[in-house]
């Protein structure tokens, strides 16, 4: 009994490996989720691993242990490949705040607290994803944040909200894919004195055929365009794990955080995903990014970050 369930767990860790191990020869769409989760699934095969050890001792059983300790040590290594930490000298930079929060397109309950939360954020630049319940407070918001993109101004519909303190410059809006339209704003700001690139943008998930990636590509191709100092932010559904997400931030010559806070599902608070994120393009470095504490009703936690202008 103690054999046959030490063999079934390690045959399980197997596969769970085996499936994540994909990543390093050919990725494949179907087993993206999987590609975002490696650091929880790695963790959760130590786990087994060390049931299995307690059952039964075995060379093997220590050798896929190993492996397993592997994963879940390149999973933080990679977590950190785009990082890009502030030097003692850029500590006093000028600082830009943003919000980046996913509300909820069914959200209606719940609109007048996200607008205040919102409003009371002290953020310069706004994005907001699936904004539909925040319509009829647009001249509320506007009070705060006179200039924006989406709600009827450039993009009809509120699926993606851009909101400023100061001017918006030649905004543009793109589809990404044929899946969701108008999810994709890129325009110019100056804020501090620096004049960014400001982008906001939501992709579908990554079990949607190749869709995840195609949207990335055609993000990262339209980034390219520009030069200079260049802040995202958006849901993802995705985490920074993903090979395709690696390849896109590459790509893109984009910079995370030293630590991207859990904002999905929910429930798991902060053992859950950050599938959404804040990703900035030198000069601008991410000085610090926190999460939003409560989640208003919505399926995401939002995001704050505190950006640094380097370089002046």
Known sequence: ????????????????????GTRYIHPHWLLGTLYSLQLHAALGCVAAMVVALLVKRHFLIWLLFA??????????????????????????APTIKLMSFNILNDNFANAEDIVETIR???????????????????????????????????????DQLMLSKVPIEAPTVQ???????????????????????????????PYFDNFHSVELTRAALA???????????????????????????RN????????????????????????????????LKIKSLTRIPQPHGSNHFGLIAEIAVTGQ
């Open 67 to 92: 492996a397993t300790l592997l994963f879940v040590g390149h999973a933080v290594l990679m977590s950190r490949d785009f990082a890009a930490p502030m030097t003692p000298a850029e500590v006093d």
């Open 252 to 283: 893109a010559d984009l910079t995370t955080a030293g630590f991207e806070p859990a904002t999905w599902p929910i429930r798991a608070g902060a053992f859950g995903v950050p599938i959404d994120h804040v990703y900035a393009r030198a000069p």
């Open 175 to 205: 589809s990404l894919s044929e899946i969701f339209p108008d999810r994709f704003i890129l325009a110019k700001v100056t804020v501090r004195g620096q004049t960014i690139h400001f982008v906001g943008m939501h992709t579908t998930k």
């Open 120 to 158: 009371s954020s002290g953020a310069d630049l706004v994005n907001i994803m699936e904004a539909a319940p925040l319509r009829v407070y647009m001249d509320e918001l506007a009070k705060t944040y006179p200039y924006r993109v989406g709600c009827g101004l450039l993009i009809e519909d509120c």
């Open 223 to 249: 980034i390219s365009e520009t030069s200079g100092a260049l802040l995202l932010s958006g849901d993802f559904n995705a985490s920074s794990l993903a090979p395709n997400m690696r390849r896109f931030l």
């Open 1 to 20: 009994m103690r054999q046959t369930l030490s063999v079934a767990i390690c045959v399980i860790v197997s596969l769970v490996l085996m499936a994540i």
